[in-house]
């Protein structure tokens, strides 16, 4: 979903400091940036016009007030335009769809306005496909610099498959329910794990069984002390969780998603403690010691966790050991085990 979306930088600082803005963009990775030209600048600028019109046969720029609006930017699409700079007026959202929806067959790329990360991430999930692009009107390299970091963690989740070393009943603990606001599809689950850098793909509830139901919005997601990725790249502990917080979806084939979630229920059940390995790392997760809950493995099939054994292979998410502070990394010396 987020494969090729850029950030385009239309900065709102006064002259005497747009060179330095724009240099500190560029350090950030923007390469493309809106604003009228400044002399002594050297930026790639990306002019915008007032209306739908053609510049260099390639770019318009139009806000959306009312259905002629669209009717307008489809035609430009039909003529040929190449990128459009959509801004809404007082509904954001169902023109955006309605926009995405009819030009998805045309090629043209929609950037929209956006001033914060609260702006960006619906935006970017528009009828699940998205805009390709956000328009950021800035005055901050604080703000340019937590949308960048938002859109590197969306696009860098990576699994692998961890050899599981260990499997044994762990006693009893407090786990925790994740449901959410989304229909879950098979393959598809949250990041959990003992360890913040060794982060197992637990799967939905999706499959049901012959004594339970289908819970395609559940993720039976482990211990309260386990760690969850958020979409920011952060973690949480699963106790954490509540109401309202968004979270990362992550598929078998790396794909991902945002969902709300509407409930978190901590019950008091039976553990079970699976460890694996992955070059070098080792890390593990406790989970529900329940027929309902299971990991994922190779070929997105999803296992049991009352029949995964030493030996099976699962799919994690691993990376370099770093330590944590509130959820955020910190280069610092961490043992956990």
């Not at 009107?137 to 860098?156: E, G, H, P, T, W």
């Not at 360890?195 to 482990?222: D, I, M, Q």
């Not at 997760?285 to 990991?295: F, G, H, R």
Request: glycine letters at 8%.
């Amino acid at each position: 979903m987020f494969e090729g979306k850029e950030v385009v930088v239309e900065p709102t600082v006064d002259v005497k400091d747009l060179g330095s803005f724009l240099d500190g963009a560029r350090r950030l990775g923007i390469k493309k940036f809106v604003c009228e030209p400044v002399e002594g600048v050297d930026a790639e600028f990306l002019q915008p016009v007032e209306s739908v019109e053609k510049v260099g046969g390639l770019v318009v720029r139009k806000k959306i007030v009312d259905k002629m609006d669209l009717e307008d930017l489809v035609s430009a699409a039909k003529s040929g335009v190449k990128a459009m700079l959509v801004e809404a007026s007082d509904w954001k959202i169902i023109p955006l769809e309605n926009l995405v929806a009819e030009l998805q067959s045309y090629g043209s790329r929609i950037y929209a306005y956006a001033s914060s990360l609260s702006d960006v991430r619906p935006l970017l999930t528009v009828l699940e496909r998205g805009v390709d692009g956000v328009v950021l009107r800035a005055s901050s390299i604080d703000v340019v610099k937590q949308i960048i970091d938002y859109l590197k963690v969306m696009a860098s989740v990576n699994l692998v498959a961890v050899d599981v070393l260990e499997v044994r009943e762990a006693g009893m603990g407090e786990r925790v329910c994740v449901d959410t606001s989304s229909l879950l599809c098979l393959g598809e689950g949250l990041l959990v794990g003992s360890r913040s850098n060794f982060l197992f793909l637990v799967h939905n509830e999706s499959f049901g069984s012959k004594f339970t139901s289908p819970r395609p919005f559940r993720v039976n997601a482990g211990s309260v002390s386990s760690y969850i990725l958020m979409p920011n790249g952060k973690t949480k502990y699963l106790s954490e969780l509540e109401a309202g917080d968004e979270v990362l979806i992550v598929s078998a084939k790396g794909a991902l998603k945002l969902a709300t979630v509407g409930r978190v229920k901590i019950e008091r059940r039976p553990l079970i403690l699976v460890k694996a390995s992955f070059g070098g790392e080792v890390g593990s997760v406790l989970l529900q010691n329940a027929e309902t809950i299971a990991l994922v493995g190779e070929g997105e099939r999803f296992i049991p966790v009352t029949e995964v054994k030493r030996g099976d292979r699962v799919l994690a998410n691993v990376v370099d050991a770093k330590g944590r502070h509130f959820g955020s990394v910190v280069d610092e010396f961490i043992v956990e085990r």
